[in-house]
């Protein structure tokens, strides 16, 4: 049940027939040397950012800090992704995971509230947990990107129109980045999909790291300043 309401995501909110497979993306590039002094970027989310069935190097992470750095963006990307988190879990974790870092992170990626969704949670649940972990960003001086999730319309208007609007809500209150919705570059090509339809492969991960780079490169900048 988990799996098909998150494919009605895939399915549903499309409005358009189904994609057919495309190549892999050619903005895909190899790892590059990362400088020594590099700022750090923490990713803390869920299993789109632990890389779940890829390869190691082959997750949004390492992607990306490739990525970032051959386009002359200097990053190192910290990936403290765990497959299955819900907002409550990454929350209970928040602590410990900043305070074990070696170098302060200097921008975060918080990309979070999928499983919540999946398991049909309350959405005052994950905004309060996510409302939370942001205050926790805020209090160490550390700028966050929001990557947002949209709730499958087969759960019901209410619940859609609640969860929906928990980024944009957060990500203004709080001041953070946001990229609306994480898998939008792979949003019904199962070319660019896992066979359980959930998950990018390698080749979606490269596209959702085309869509983001950018963004991600500025609010690097800016944290920097």
């Given amino acids: 049940m988990r799996t098909l309401a998150f ?4 399915t549903l909110t499309a409005c358009s027939a189904e ?3 495309e190549p892999a993306p050619t903005g895909a590039v190899a790892a590059a040397p990362v400088p020594a002094d590099a700022p750090v970027i923490l990713a803390f989310g869920d ?9 190691p190097g082959e997750g949004y992470p390492p992607r990306l800090e490739a990525a970032l750095n051959a386009a002359g963006t200097p990053a190192r990307l910290v990936n403290a992704g765990v497959s299955g988190d819900t907002t409550a879990a990454a929350l209970q974790r928040l602590t410990f995971t900043l305070d074990n870092q070696k170098v302060k992170p ?3 990626l918080v990309g979070l509230g999928g499983n919540d969704m999946l398991r ?7 905004r309060a947990n996510l409302d939370a972990i942001l ?10 990107v929001l990557t947002g999730m949209l709730a499958a319309p087969n759960l019901g208007e209410n619940y859609v129109t609640e969860f929906n609007v928990i980024w944009p809500e957060l990500a203004k209150k709080h001041k953070a980045g946001l990229v609306p919705f994480f898998l939008a570059p792979v949003l019904g090509n199962k070319g660019l999909m896992l066979d359980d339809n959930v998950h990018p492969n390698a ?3 490269d596209a959702i790291v085309a869509a983001t780079q950018a963004q991600v490169a500025g609010a690097l900048k800016a944290a920097e300043q």
Avoid: W
Avoid at 7 to 10: F, G, T
Avoid at 138 to 144: F, G, K, S
């Fill in 19 to 21: 994609k057919a497979p």
């Fill in 7 to 10: 494919v009605a995501i895939l």
């Fill in 106 to 108: 200097t921008l975060a």
């Fill in 135 to 144: 205050t926790e960003f805020d209090r160490r001086a550390i700028p966050v």
């Fill in 47 to 55: 299993s789109l950012y632990a890389g779940y069935r890829l390869n």
């Fill in 120 to 126: 049909g949670l309350p959405p005052a649940e994950t």
């Fill in 203 to 205: 080749q979606g991960v």
